[in-house]
């Protein structure tokens, strides 16, 4: 797993092996795990987190590929 970002309680990661699937990030904090398309930024699945939450992972999530192009 590559940590391409850390945002408070957050970090943001890539699976090598996710070759097969669109450019994503996968997103944890705690026990609660999302994964969100990049392209365009929408959630692709979640688990543990609130609905608020989702809200501002997928705000970090476009500002960080609006700022660097990608999250890689």
Do not use: Q
Request: proline letters at 6%; hydrophobic letters at 35%.
């Amino acid at each position: 797993m590559l940590t391409v970002l850390r945002d408070g309680p957050y970090r943001f990661f890539f699976y090598a092996g996710d070759r097969d699937e669109p450019p994503h990030v996968h997103v944890e904090r705690d026990d609660s795990e999302a994964k969100f398309w990049i392209d365009p930024v929408r959630l692709a699945r979640s688990y543990g987190f609130s609905a608020n939450e989702i809200g501002r992972i997928e705000k970090l999530v476009v500002t960080s590929t609006d700022t660097h192009g990608s999250l890689e």
